[in-house]
């Protein structure tokens, strides 16, 4: 069974840095895209940041320029490096990952990890 798994949230100081991190279940599994959204309370999931197999990224405009998203393909895991922690920031993050090929399932999601920026 294909799961993903984050790790790294935690609560930080506004100005602070987390690396969150999620990896899949089973390393063989590829993925085309994988990526982060977010979802604040009261708030629809936004999305974050994403990243090709290849490691071409792109960013929400809101985090561009904070955030970093890479991918570790021999560990089939993906990390967003989070710096300069605005309250805005808090919500809790999930972990996405688009199938390379089709395996019924469009695609899969973390269980979440919750990011608390205090000031």
């Known amino acids: 069974q294909v799961q993903l798994v984050e790790s790294g949230g935690g609560v930080v100081q506004a100005g602070g840095s987390l690396r969150l991190s999620c990896a899949a279940s089973?390393?063989?599994?590829?993925?085309?895209?994988m990526g982060w959204y977010r979802q604040a309370p009261g708030k629809q999931r936004e999305w974050v940041a994403s990243?090709?197999?290849?490691?071409?990224?792109t960013y929400a405009e809101s985090v561009k320029g904070r955030f970093t998203i890479s991918r570790d393909n021999t560990k089939n895991t993906v990390y967003l490096q989070m710096n300069s922690l605005k309250p805005d920031d808090a919500a809790v993050y999930y972990c996405?990952?688009?199938?390379?090929?089709?395996?019924?399932?469009?695609?899969?999601w973390g269980q979440g990890t919750q990011v608390t920026v205090s000031s």
């Open positions: 996405h990952g688009r199938p390379t090929y089709n395996t019924g399932t469009s695609a899969y």
């Open positions: 089973v390393v063989i599994f590829s993925f085309d895209t």
């Open positions: 990243a090709s197999k290849s490691g071409t990224t």
